[in-house]
């Protein structure tokens, strides 16, 4: 009978390939997965049903599990609704990156407002949560600002360009550009959901005014 040898060193490691965690890690994990799941539970009901419609007991019905273990995740549903107005960041942030660059960069304005216009209407609960006050006990944070600049930084990056290239006056900041124009848009935008501007068609036109006339007076500035 022929003994075969295996020596030590060809011995496949049990642990090779695998990633040990340390208790606490696992259960932190666990604990980011179910923030997950809760996040997507509530963001289903805010886009099935509306803002309104999001409440812990709702959420934690969708789950199947107690409101306890929602609370124990976030507090409060203000804690929740923090955790989607980032979903909305993020959705925002897709929208905007998916806007082909141009050297054109008033033309890139243009295209920039037009996918701002696009989220509002594709994403409408999570524009009523993160800029119509549809949770009124919740405000944004910090972090929550921070994540409204992440998704529009195209647009600050643009605005910033036009400056340097003598195409924007530098006089005022930059920021202060992008809020007016961030803020004379959702007007427009929330007239249109208030009901004030018609119906879909009629708003969209007179948003695409309300771009152009701001974009044209941005861009008239003549170099020195």
Not at 35 to 51: H, N, Q, S, T, W
Not at 112 to 119: K, S
Not at 165 to 173: F, H, R, V
Not at 178 to 200: E, K, Q
Request: charged letters at 20%; aromatic letters at 8%; glycine letters at 8%.
């Amino acid at each position: 009978m022929k003994v075969i040898l295996i020596h030590n060193e060809d011995k496949p490691s049990q642990s090779m390939g695998r990633e040990l965690k340390t208790y606490q890690e696992a259960r932190l994990q666990n604990t980011e997965n179910l923030r997950k799941l809760v996040v997507d539970a509530a963001a289903a009901i805010l886009e099935e049903e509306g803002p309104e419609a999001v409440t812990v007991r709702k959420v934690s019905q969708k789950m199947g599990c107690s409101t306890k273990i929602i609370y124990s995740l976030f507090v409060n549903k203000e804690g929740l609704a923090q955790q989607l107005y980032l979903e909305g960041c993020k959705l925002l942030a897709q929208r905007f990156e998916e806007v082909p660059p141009t050297s054109d960069l008033l033309q890139q304005l243009l295209d920039l407002g037009e996918a701002f216009w696009q989220f509002g209407q594709a994403h409408t609960s999570y524009y009523k949560l993160m800029f119509g006050g549809a949770f009124a006990e919740f405000k944004p944070d910090a972090e929550s600002m921070q994540g409204t600049m992440t998704a529009i930084s195209r647009l600050l990056i643009l605005i910033s360009t036009a400056q340097q290239q003598g195409q924007i006056s530098d006089q005022e900041e930059t920021g202060t550009i992008v809020s007016t124009i961030w803020a004379s848009l959702h007007g427009v935008i929330h007239l249109y959901m208030g009901g004030f501007l018609g119906n879909a068609e009629a708003a969209h036109t007179v948003y695409r005014q309300t771009m152009v006339l701001l974009s044209q007076s941005l861009f008239a500035v003549t170099k020195r």
